[in-house]
């Protein structure tokens, strides 16, 4: 371990991920900026994932390994690397992606010269298994630059896209002041509007996040309840409502920074987005499911059939 601080944390959060997370680690070290500390958090891996860090830990002072003694979910993983970080800036790195070598240099730069930059990311390029550019799933955030924190906040919400804004580099100072991730699927959603809330965002296009598709990522989990475990470790027909925990979550986090920005202007947005008819049609079938998983299911069928008779 570095005895100064460095200036950049990376956490990697890491579950059986033999298959990319030598190539992950490795775009890691080629960075043009090299002030890090990369902090791997591997949530109790049965394949050679352990074996294949331990090469780096011996062979590179800045990364360090965490093993949990088990599985204790991916939020809770994410959030270990976060509690022992000692950088100024701190980056989540998944196990399946890479970063281009210039990605520290270039965000660092912009969120050392604008302090009030909450969030400085890359533009996003997508790659197949073999390492391939493909088109990135989903599409991307752009900067949210606007002077009105409640603005960003809703604009975050529904401009979020995939999400790949929680793979860029935070500011640190304001990052300890969020929620952080929370034990249900999507809350990166609601930390990505917090901290739009507490800053601006700048996407940097001279930098690239490589954001791998395969079968594997939890994205591609249909089953919402698996999906749940994933996240939090264990299987729950509550965590599995998705969307209603992001309801909740952007309620609470819209009166958390009365320093910021006023709670009624924050509530009073998110109201008139959360009630839209579209979202308490959600909320609704997520209920029927913590209620009757079989009622739930017949309600999605039935919605099903009418969009194929109007199609």
């Known amino acids: 371990m570095q005895d100064n601080q460095p200036i950049v944390t990376l956490g990697m959060p890491v579950y059986n991920g033999e298959n990319f997370i030598r190539e992950a680690i490795e775009s890691i070290l080629a960075q043009t900026f090299q002030d890090f500390e990369l902090i791997i958090t591997d949530n109790a891996s049965t394949d050679a994932t352990a074996a294949i860090v331990e090469e780096y830990v011996k062979a590179d002072p800045r990364v360090q390994y965490v093993h949990n003694g088990k599985n204790i979910g991916a939020a809770a993983n994410y959030n270990v690397s976060f509690n022992l970080a000692r950088g100024k800036y701190m980056k989540w790195c998944a196990h399946d992606d890479r970063i281009s070598p210039n990605f520290l240099e270039a965000c660092v730069k912009h969120l050392e010269s604008d302090p009030t930059l909450s969030l400085a990311f890359a533009s996003t390029t997508?790659?197949?298994?073999?390492?391939?550019?493909?088109?990135?799933?989903?599409?991307?955030?752009?900067?949210?630059?606007?002077?009105?924190?409640?603005?960003?906040?809703?604009?975050?919400?529904?401009?979020?896209?995939?999400?790949?804004p929680i793979f860029g580099l935070f500011r640190m100072s304001m990052l300890k002041t969020s929620t952080l991730h929370r034990p249900y699927y999507g809350s990166d959603r609601g930390l990505i509007a917090e901290m739009a809330a507490l800053?601006?965002?700048?996407?940097?296009?001279?930098?690239?996040?490589?954001?791998?598709?395969?079968?594997?990522?939890?994205?591609?989990?249909?089953?919402?309840?698996?999906?749940?475990?994933?996240?939090?470790?264990?299987s729950s027909r509550v965590a599995a409502a998705e969307h209603l925990n992001l309801a909740r979550h952007l309620f609470e986090i819209a009166g958390r920074h009365k320093n910021v920005v006023s709670p009624w202007k924050m509530r009073r947005k998110l109201s008139a987005h959360i009630f839209k008819p579209r979202q308490v049609g959600r909320y609704i079938m997520e209920l029927t499911g913590i209620i009757s998983p079989r009622a739930a299911q017949i309600l999605r069928s039935l919605g099903t059939k009418k969009q194929q008779s109007t199609a």
């Open 126 to 164: 997508g790659i197949n298994t073999d390492g391939d550019l493909v088109d990135a799933e989903g599409h991307e955030t752009p900067s949210l630059m606007d002077p009105d924190p409640s603005k960003r906040f809703m604009d975050a919400i529904t401009l979020a896209g995939t999400c790949f």
């Open 199 to 234: 800053g601006k965002y700048l996407r940097v296009d001279e930098a690239t996040f490589y954001n791998r598709e395969h079968m594997q990522r939890s994205i591609n989990i249909d089953d919402k309840v698996a999906r749940s475990k994933w996240q939090n470790g264990t």
